[in-house]
């Protein structure tokens, strides 16, 4: 919990507990359902995939906190010289909050934006405008915004949740207060939106665009270095693309 908790700082179904995932019961109902008795052309490969691939994210991250607590067990490469503490591990428990979060939000961006129906599997204008935007726009306001939570209004409400964690764990990176994964969505979601009412989005550029921010925000809170160094001296240019623990 932050030092002086905001508004808006639980999460709406926390009263849920373990049951929370029931929310998404509706449309995972309704997406199979469609998927199966539509006729082939009319089904919607990309409203039947949203919660598996969902389930593909956790699986995703789950590999990650294994690996990364592993390695911080074993003791070595250790970025913080020290171990996990338990009530880190209570306090991060409820890191799939934002992923049940994004499901809600596609769910209900498919029911209110008709261009999001029948995506196609691959189209390389929209993969390449969800990378530029992601590049310019997405990457300049995110700093901005990065800077205004660390301002001490908005850090002792919601940024300090996030720092209360030393000890950092690939999941740490997802572990803020409600409001301020709003805000992280609004942002993140400019290429999503965009794309989708240019009718350049594509499933691929979707799931892409989400395993491109779950794997570099896993990576750059490892509590070890997992890309040796030689890399960037071989390849400086990826220090634009990519941010690691060190």
Not at 135 to 147: D, N, Q
Not at 203 to 223: P, Q, R, T, V
Request: aromatic share 16%.
């Amino acid at each position: 919990m932050a030092s002086k908790p905001g508004i808006l700082t639980n999460w709406p179904w926390k009263p849920l507990g373990c049951f929370k995932w029931v929310i998404l019961t509706p449309w995972i109902a309704h997406s199979t359902y469609s998927f199966l008795v539509s006729d082939t052309k009319e089904r919607d490969l990309g409203y039947f995939l949203i919660f598996p691939y969902m389930m593909v994210r956790m699986l995703h991250d789950q590999v990650w906190i294994t690996l990364s607590r592993h390695r911080t067990a074993k003791g070595k490469n250790r970025i913080v010289d020290k171990g996990i503490e338990f009530e880190q591990v209570d306090r991060e428990s409820n890191w799939d909050d934002q992923i049940l979060f994004n499901g809600i939000i596609f769910y209900i961006g498919y029911m209110l934006v008709p261009e999001s129906s029948h995506m196609p599997l691959w189209r390389t204008d929209g993969v390449l405008i969800t990378a530029l935007l992601h590049a310019g726009p997405v990457e300049f306001l995110y700093y901005w915004l990065h800077r205004a939570l660390h301002h001490h209004f908005l850090y002792s409400r919601y940024h300090s949740h996030h720092h209360s964690s030393i000890v950092t764990e690939p999941i740490t990176s997802v572990i803020h207060p409600f409001a301020e994964h709003i805000a992280y969505f609004v942002l993140f979601a400019i290429p999503l939106y965009t794309t989708v009412v240019a009718r350049t989005a594509s499933i691929a550029s979707y799931a892409g665009y989400l395993a491109y921010i779950d794997f570099m925000n896993n990576l750059g809170h490892c509590n070890f270095e997992c890309i040796p160094k030689a890399i960037f001296t071989a390849f400086p240019f990826l220090k634009y693309l990519m941010y690691t623990p060190s």
